[in-house]
């Protein structure tokens, strides 16, 4: 049953006699023997007032002193941004919507780039520069694996709509007349 | 170029930035939210160009090296040192804090592999660099150094202890590195390209093996340590690992788990009974089949966090100083910014003999 009351430790007969801070495991990451603050209570720094949209963890109850404003959500990459931040980070689907919403964000970055009459050079992207300097049987592996990948597609989508399919006798077929009987 | 937005704001020049081991992780799409036109780069230093009202320590024109993390100095967890932690840093999440160029899960910050950036909380990361400091030091005292010194630092290496460093990319050199300055008695490096092995021999200097000679690895490692297991595993490799078809699968093509997470299973299965697993390889934040259940049975003490760069910088600088480590001595590209793209490529496909490339924003 749930409850909201807080357990009094001084009823809790031996509360505390062996929390020495010098037993601590975690030494020396956690200082607690002069630990300054427990809870939300530090002497904040000023708050910046972001000029674009944040998304905020729902874990967090305030919005952090200092926050980034870089590239903030926009289109349907943002539409499920602001839908996975309405779960929290312990909630796989959270990171899931946001791995997923990466893979639209770079559909929409190459959209955006020949919308704005910038085609953009995907190999120079990936390095392929330095990939012929450096590694050029695998480069020229690479490449031989991608046309060959192409040419087993291409000649799939031919099969498909081409004259592959095999002939059938029709209705034609029936209607036309049998060949004259060998004399 | 980026404005002042917060009165503890500063604007900094960059001189030289980096491609990390985790920019990988951004750049295979294995870390959410990581949005179309966002700047990566959590590895910089360079030169206030401008401040807020409210920063005291710095100055324009000073020159400054910049911790990976944002931190404000002030909340919970940043009096305690956790300064990768920070609570009033990243508004998307509250597992880590904010960090420079890495994705909106880390913050949503514009990183330094750019021509400027801004800096939030400017009196509490960026640190001056002393004059006597090579910046090609000073740029890898911002993550790597102090990320695998506190691999090394977790895993609470006792004076002898054998130490298993699983990856050979800069952080685990580093990690191998720190290692011997806790005392290990023996330090072995595990990776699977042999430049990186090689370089692992000289610079750790430790033990290597490749994992493609190794038919199982948690039994080598068990043969080579009387049966028992190694009394400290760092696991420098995190989801990116090689090594495992099904976890790859997984992981690293479908997304569905947070990485190829077969080095943790390494360290997991390969630390002695009651050992120490301490974890500095970044993993996605989504479900993962990590071996919890020989956790419980080996009693198995598991340490992980992001580096604390601010509370390890003092005692690094003087190790720097002092010669005992020599982080430049892993740099072996400089590429201008303008070909990126290539320099992602090198370091990502381990050509090159790549272990460390520093991009320089001016070409210089």
């Known amino acids: 049953m749930l409850t909201t009351e807080l357990v009094d430790t001084a009823t809790i007969p031996g509360w505390g006699v062996d929390a020495d801070p010098k037993n601590n495991p975690t030494y020396p990451i956690r200082h607690i023997e002069d630990q300054q603050t427990r809870g939300l209570t530090w002497d904040r720094p000023a708050i910046q007032v972001p000029d674009v949209e944040v998304l905020r963890s729902i874990e967090h109850n305030r919005l952090p002193a200092v926050v980034g404003t870089s590239t903030p959500p926009s289109g349907v990459s943002g539409a499920i941004r602001r839908y996975a931040f309405r779960r929290s980070e312990s909630d796989w689907w959270h990171w899931l919507l946001l791995m997923g919403a990466d893979r639209i964000n770079v559909v929409e970055g190459v959209v955006q780039d020949v919308a704005r009459g910038r085609l953009p050079n995907i190999p120079a992207e990936m390095g392929a520069r330095a990939e012929w300097r450096h590694n050029k049987t695998g480069l020229a592996r690479k490449v031989g694996t991608l046309i060959g990948v192409g040419a087993a597609l291409y000649l799939a989508l031919r099969r498909e709509g081409g004259p592959a399919i095999p002939h059938t006798p029709d209705l034609a077929d029936a209607a036309r007349p049998a060949p004259p009987a060998p004399l | ?364």
């Open chain 2, 1 to 364: 170029m980026p404005q002042i937005q917060h009165p503890e704001d500063a604007i900094v020049r960059v001189t030289r930035s980096c491609i990390c081991g985790s920019d990988l992780h951004l750049y295979h799409g294995m870390v959410p939210d990581t949005r179309v036109g966002m700047t990566f780069g959590h590895e910089f230093c360079g030169t206030v160009e401008q401040v807020g009202t409210e920063v005291r320590n710095l100055k324009p024109g000073d020159h400054v090296l910049v911790p990976f993390n944002i931190a404000c100095g002030k909340c919970h967890f940043c009096q305690q040192g956790l300064f990768g932690n920070c609570h009033e840093s990243n508004a998307q999440a509250t597992a880590v804090g904010g960090i420079f160029g890495y994705s909106h899960t880390a913050g949503g910050y514009d990183g330094g592999q750019a021509q400027y950036v801004r800096v939030p909380y400017a009196d509490v990361g960026p640190t001056v660099i002393p004059d006597w400091m090579d910046h090609d030091d000073a740029v890898l005292l911002t993550d790597v150094v102090p990320t695998g010194y506190q691999a090394a630092e977790m895993g609470g290496i006792q004076p002898g202890d054998t130490v298993v460093v699983f990856g050979a990319g800069p952080v685990g050199l580093m990690a191998a590195r720190s290692a011997w300055l806790f005392g290990a008695g023996r330090v072995i490096v595990i990776d699977h390209v042999d430049y990186r092995l090689e370089f692992a021999r000289v610079f750790g200097p430790a033990e290597v093996y490749n994992v493609r000679e190794i038919d199982d690895m948690v039994v080598f490692l068990k043969k080579q340590t009387d049966s028992l297991g190694a009394d400290v595993c760092i696991d420098a490799v995190g989801g990116d690992a090689a090594g495992n078809a099904i976890q790859t699968l997984l992981g690293t093509k479908l997304k569905l788990e947070a990485g190829n997470a077969i080095a943790l299973h390494w360290a997991i299965n390969s630390v002695k009974k009651g050992g120490i697993v301490s974890i500095v390889g970044v993993y996605g934040p989504t479900g993962n089949i990590v071996p919890i259940g020989n956790v419980v049975n080996k009693g198995i003490t598991i340490r992980a966090n992001q580096a604390s760069v601010k509370r390890l910088l003092p005692r690094l600088i003087e190790h720097v100083k002092a010669g005992l480590i020599n982080p430049k001595a892993m740099i072996t590209h400089r590429v201008p910014l303008a070909d990126i793209a290539d320099a992602y490529h090198i370091f990502s496909a381990k050509l090159d003999g790549c272990i460390k490339p520093v991009l320089l924003p001016n070409g210089q």
